[in-house]
Structures are given as structure tokens and as C-alpha cells.
């Protein structure tokens, strides 16, 4: 298989890992290649590849990669906002007011939630839409760090050591 990076090798895992294995129609949508000819179980099997090397990371990498990258409604996701609203809670604390905000910002922003979002977080912790902003931006700034230190070491691990091919 061959992928770009690491992003679109994690988001095909991902969207291998829901289609059955019997059913293969359209995976070059998924982002890999399926021109290689590669049977359903190889294509499964690659995935879960994939999705070993992202468990093996480090915690505040793993959290921040799995819940920027899984699917929108995907319990990974939503763990994972838990796991890094602890890691990023020390990081903005001067910011925002406690960790249950982190998380609610996290879960908004990073699975991209429609409708107004600023206004349902100012509405639940009494606070201006601006400070909502002002703690978005905080805490995207830490996360952000964290997640492209996991693309660094994930594109090390599957692209070196791992044995995938870049397109």
C-alpha cells in the first residue's frame, strides 16, 4: 500500500476497520490504493498494522492524533479527547477553568460538531463566546504541538521501520 503520510495512512485504517471484510468496493476512497490487487484480508490486515503502530506511541502523541483523525462519531474519538484534555489541562490551566472545558472544546473542535458551537460552550459554562475563542485557541495550540509530534513519529514508524510506501 501506498500513502501520502501518516494522516491518510491512519484515516484508511480507520475506514477499513469499519467496512467488512467481505465487501471491497471503492477503498481507493479510503486513501490507500487498492491497485496493488490486494486481497480484503491483506487490506484489513494493513489497517490493523497501522492502528498497532498509532496504540504505540506515546499517550499524549496517541490522544492527539487518534482524536483529531478518527471518525467524527467513533468512540476512539471521543477517549481520546478525554486522554488529551489531561494532558493539555496543566498546559492552559492559567486559561481556561477547568478540565471538564478542555474537554468540551476538544470534543467540539476536533470532531468538527455542526451548529454554533462557541454559543453551546458559552451557554454551558456561563462565559463570553469570546473567552470560548480565546480558550479554543489556547488549547488548539497545545494540541496541535502534540499531534504533529505523533505525525513525526508515526511517519518513523510506518515509513521506516513499518515497510509503507510513500505515493
Same mark, same amino acid.
Given at each position: 500500500?501506498?500513502?501520502?503520510?501518516?494522516?491518510?495512512?491512519?484515516?484508511?485504517?480507520?475506514?477499513?476497520?469499519?467496512?467488512?471484510?467481505?465487501?471491497? $468496493?471503492?477503498?481507493?476512497? +479510503?486513501?490507500?490504493? &487498492?491497485? !496493488?490487487? *490486494?486481497? #480484503?484480508?491483506?487490506?484489513?490486515?494493513?489497517?490493523?498494522?497501522?492502528?498497532?503502530?498509532?496504540?504505540?506511541?506515546?499517550?499524549?502523541?496517541?490522544?492527539?492524533?487518534?482524536?483529531?483523525?478518527?471518525?467524527?462519531?467513533? $468512540?476512539?474519538?471521543?477517549? +481520546?479527547?478525554?486522554? &488529551?484534555? !489531561?494532558? *493539555?489541562? #496543566?498546559?492552559?490551566?492559567?486559561?481556561?477553568?477547568?478540565?471538564?472545558?478542555?474537554?468540551?472544546?476538544?470534543?467540539?473542535?476536533?470532531?468538527?460538531?455542526?451548529?454554533?458551537?462557541?454559543?453551546?460552550?458559552?451557554?454551558?459554562?456561563?462565559?463570553?463566546?469570546?473567552?470560548?475563542?480565546?480558550?479554543?485557541?489556547?488549547?488548539?495550540?497545545?494540541?496541535?504541538?502534540?499531534?504533529?509530534?505523533?505525525?513525526?513519529?508515526?511517519?518513523?514508524?510506518?515509513?521506516?521501520?513499518?515497510?509503507?510506501?510513500?505515493?
Amino acid at each position: 500500500m501506498r500513502f501520502s503520510g501518516p494522516e491518510q495512512a491512519v484515516r484508511f485504517a480507520y475506514n477499513i476497520r469499519e467496512r467488512e471484510i467481505a465487501s471491497r $468496493p471503492n477503498l481507493n476512497g +479510503a486513501g490507500g490504493g &487498492s491497485e !496493488e490487487g *490486494l486481497s #480484503p484480508h491483506e487490506l484489513h490486515a494493513q489497517g490493523a498494522m497501522i492502528l498497532a503502530a498509532v496504540e504505540r506511541l506515546p499517550a499524549r502523541m496517541r490522544s492527539a492524533l487518534v482524536s483529531v483523525l478518527a471518525p467524527p462519531r467513533d $468512540p476512539a474519538g471521543a477517549q +481520546a479527547c478525554v486522554e &488529551s484534555s !489531561e494532558f *493539555l489541562w #496543566p498546559l492552559v490551566q492559567d486559561l481556561v477553568p477547568c478540565r471538564e472545558a478542555v474537554q468540551r472544546v476538544l470534543e467540539f473542535w476536533t470532531h468538527r460538531r455542526g451548529g454554533d458551537v462557541h454559543r453551546v460552550i458559552s451557554t454551558e459554562f456561563k462565559v463570553s463566546i469570546r473567552q470560548v475563542r480565546r480558550w479554543q485557541d489556547a488549547i488548539s495550540r497545545k494540541h496541535y504541538a502534540h499531534f504533529l509530534q505523533g505525525v513525526d513519529a508515526l511517519d518513523q514508524v510506518l515509513f521506516g521501520e513499518g515497510g509503507l510506501e510513500r505515493k
